[in-house]
């Protein structure tokens, strides 16, 4: 939230939607302030539930993706679960890459 003199008022919106900031004149009333407050409050509450919902979809894609491997490795390999696992983990720290990253090279070398 920004307070901008009245005159500068519209181009300071102007220049500031995209990045939705709210801007409000520097003499505003109570009401308009308090309003405005809650809206910014509940706007960033949306956010942060959205951030954390998109996290959670996220790990849950990389799961999926480790596990596909996983089962490449258990299949194609002999490996059980637990050596599967080892060698994603260790193929991910000899290369200095994720987990995630190893799957994705696993999946296309090996997959179907």
Known sequence: MLFSKEEYLC????????YEIFVLPEKTDEKTLSQA???LIQTAKKLMSLSDSDKENRKAQELKLISRAKMILISSFGMDEKQAHKYIEQRAMQSRKTKTAVSEIIIKLYGN
């Not at 300071?12 to 995209?18: F, V």
């Open 37 to 39: 407050l809650i809206l």
């Open 11 to 18: 181009l300071i919106k102007e220049k500031l939607s995209p």
